[in-house]
C-alpha cells in the first residue's frame, strides 16, 4: 500500500491505495470525481484525460502514485468558481460538440490543453491534436467548431463535413 497526497481541483487530497491503482481509479473510485471516464483501458481512446501539472495525461495508464504532489485538475476542475460552464464547456455546448457525452470530458480536457499552447489553432491543429480522443457519435466537425470558437474564432464559415 502506498500513500499519496496531491492536490485535486484546487483541494488537497490523500489516500491510501494500491502500487497497481491508476490515476484514473483514485478520481473515479476514491474520490468520486467520475466526470473523468475510463472508455479502452488502453491509452486509445482519450476519455480519460485530465491534466496533471498543467499537461495533458491520459489517467489511465499512469499510477496514482505518479501524480504524488502533483496538481491534478479534472473536467469538475474546469467549471467557473460559481460553478457555471466554462467558455470552453459552453461552446461544446452551443455548437453541438457532443451527443452521447462520453468523450466529451476528454474532449473538453484535450481541447483546454491545446488552447493554452496554441490560443488560436487551425481546423487541421485542433484536428491533429483531438488524435489521441476518440467519438463515436458526433463526426469531429461540431467537436473542432466548438474549439475554434472557444478560441474566438468566427466559425461561420467552416463547412459541414
Excluded: W
Excluded at 74 to 98: K, W
Excluded at 115 to 144: D, F, M
Amino acid at each position: 500500500m502506498t500513500q499519496v497526497t496531491m492536490t485535486v481541483n484546487g483541494k488537497a487530497v490523500s489516500g491510501t491505495v494500491e502500487d497497481r491503482t491508476l490515476l484514473v481509479d483514485f478520481l473515479r473510485l476514491n474520490l468520486r470525481l467520475t466526470g473523468t471516464h475510463v472508455g479502452c483501458d488502453t491509452s486509445q481512446c482519450g476519455a480519460c484525460v485530465v491534466h496533471v501539472n498543467g499537461l495533458p495525461v491520459k489517467s489511465c495508464t499512469m499510477f496514482v502514485a505518479e501524480a504524488e504532489g502533483a496538481d491534478v485538475r479534472t473536467i469538475e476542475g474546469m467549471a467557473n468558481a460559481d460553478g457555471s460552464l466554462s467558455g470552453l464547456q459552453q461552446s461544446f455546448q452551443d455548437h453541438h460538440g457532443l451527443q452521447c457525452g462520453f468523450c466529451t470530458p476528454g474532449m473538453v480536457m484535450s481541447a483546454a490543453a491545446l488552447l493554452k499552447e496554441n490560443p488560436t489553432p487551425s481546423e487541421a491543429e485542433v484536428r491533429v491534436y483531438l488524435e489521441g480522443n476518440i467519438c463515436r457519435c458526433t463526426g469531429y466537425h461540431n467537436i473542432v467548431k466548438a474549439i475554434l470558437a472557444a478560441s474566438g474564432q468566427d466559425v461561420t464559415a467552416i463547412a459541414a463535413e
